[in-house]
């Protein structure tokens, strides 16, 4: 079992920037991969950015140049900082969290960001 708490969403105008973070109750290093996700109203949770173990960060495109990926091993920690906010990026994002290749992966409750002026 691995618990993930979110923090960091709130309301933010256009171009505007978040730091989101995620702490996990297992070690961030021993995982296969940790990532983000949203999901807006009416549409399907989607991949925004990941870290797998050895691996260097992947990103959708929407958000390339625009979002970081990072996490803090010491911590147990990772973070998203999201800058050049635009009103398409509102959505529900979570974390997650893949033991290994076969897992789905262990999800945290979730944290709003909209984006509106």
């Known amino acids: 079992q691995v618990q993930l708490v979110e923090s960091g969403g709130g309301l933010v105008q256009p171009g505007g920037s978040l730091r989101l973070s995620c702490a996990a109750s297992?070690?961030?290093?021993?995982?296969?991969?940790v990532g983000w996700y949203r999901q807006a109203p009416g549409k399907q949770r989607d991949r925004v950015a990941s870290?797998?173990?050895?691996?260097?960060?992947n990103y959708v495109d929407s958000v390339k140049g625009r979002f970081t990926v990072s996490t803090d091993n010491a911590k147990n920690t990772m973070y998203l900082q999201m800058n050049g906010l635009n009103p398409e990026d509102t959505a529900l994002y979570y974390c997650n969290y893949r033991i290994n290749v076969l897992s789905q992966g262990y999800w945290g409750q979730g944290t709003q960001v909209t984006v509106s002026s």
């Open positions: 870290i797998t173990k050895g691996g260097s960060p």
């Open positions: 297992r070690s961030i290093f021993s995982s296969y991969e």
